[in-house]
């Protein structure tokens, strides 16, 4: 555990003097996962990630601003044709692990679903797949997708990075009373979004009360940039952790077919974003941020790391996890008489 968050926090900081975007996730991400295919000993206890993720909730909370409600009745048509862009892109993906990769059609569903990756492969072991295959796969789409989004933007998207080497925000000398909005938030959040049965609780939680406590105006304030960094690098070890204990020639494999997958996601996203912003007046850019495949801790760190609308991202990837969770075993039962047939 210790050698992986080393791992990860050299990465973080020669990504952040490098000037790269999304540093401190990134570097921990490359270099963890690097170390891992080689070979190296790195595990990340999943409790230890959950404990920085409530920060991470906290901290994309805080982007929820009071003007939000003016703008959520522009989502409807967004939230609409990400229902549309998920099924379309869905079943590209399931045909080409299916005849590509040769997964198993219950491996090839639960791989292709861009829902939760835990939920994904506790689902699909549950339904018969290769749970290693399927969280291999998921693990290597965010990777995939999270390196190359911040990249682009940083090519293509004018994208300027902190004049330091932590994230943007404020220091730890915050007031006394946003101390304990951000502490309520960490520990009551989860515990409420786990009573609701809520997918993501440790994320969703602290971030559904900081956002309700930004937008009704009791806090201003976000996590301390040193804490965010902190979780980042927690959040980017853990990625990369996921390849450890694999061949290095399983993993490579892996990350092939992963990438064609990648390919299909990430050009039906960017087609509907530019249908979408077209139909909507919204930048485009914005509309593929928030229908990329990455986690939803991710890619609403991806949006807040490049200064892009987090409250607009983060809420569609939250009804994109929700749409797979719930449909995904109907979805599932009516997909597998299909490859049967085959």
């Known amino acids: 555990m210790f050698l992986a968050i080393a791992i990860g926090s050299v990465g973080g900081g020669v990504f952040a003097t490098m000037k790269l975007p999304l540093p401190w996730m990134l570097g921990a991400m490359v270099f963890v996962t690097v170390a891992a295919v080689l070979g190296t000993q790195v595990r990340l206890p999943h409790m230890l990630r959950q404990s920085m993720v409530v920060f991470i909730g906290a901290m994309l909370g805080s982007q929820f601003t009071p003007d939000l409600v003016d703008r959520v009745g522009q989502w409807v048509v967004t939230i609409s044709g ?21 997964y198993d059609p219950v491996t090839s569903y639960f791989a292709a679903a ?43 998207g004018g994208y300027e990075s902190p004049p330091g080497l932590l994230p ?8 006394l009373n946003e101390w304990l909005i951000l502490l309520g938030c960490a520990t009551i959040g989860p515990f409420i979004a786990r009573r609701l049965k809520l997918p993501a609780a440790f994320l969703l ?49 892996i990350i092939q077919i992963s990438l064609g997958s990648a390919i299909i996601w990430m050009s039906s996203a960017v087609g509907f974003g530019l249908l979408i912003g077209e139909l909507t007046g919204l930048p485009w850019y914005v509309v593929t941020l928030a229908y990329a495949p990455g986690g939803l801790a991710e890619m609403s760190l991806v949006a807040f ?38």
């Open 82 to 102: 990400l229902a549309i862009y998920g099924a379309l892109a869905l079943a590209l993906v399931l045909y080409y692990l299916k005849f590509y990769g040769n």
């Open 305 to 342: 790391g490049i200064g892009q609308d987090v409250a607009f991202v983060a809420t569609h990837h939250l009804c994109r996890i929700g749409m797979v969770v719930l449909l995904a075993p109907l979805a599932f039962k009516l997909i597998a008489r299909y490859f049967t047939a085959q």
């Open 205 to 253: 939680g602290p971030l559904a009360l900081s956002a309700t406590a930004h937008i009704a105006g009791w806090s201003t304030a976000s996590p301390p940039a040193g804490l965010v960094a902190a979780a980042q690098v927690v959040l980017g070890t853990a990625v990369g952790c996921r390849f450890a204990g694999t061949h290095y020639r399983e993993v490579l494999r």
């Open 168 to 175: 943007r925000g404020p220091g730890f000398d915050l007031p």
């Open 114 to 156: 861009p829902g939760g990756l835990n939920d994904m492969t506790l689902i699909g072991r549950e339904m018969g797949g290769d749970d290693r295959v399927i969280a291999l796969t998921h693990a290597s789409r965010i990777l995939l997708v999270v390196m190359t989004i911040p990249i682009m933007f940083r090519i293509f």
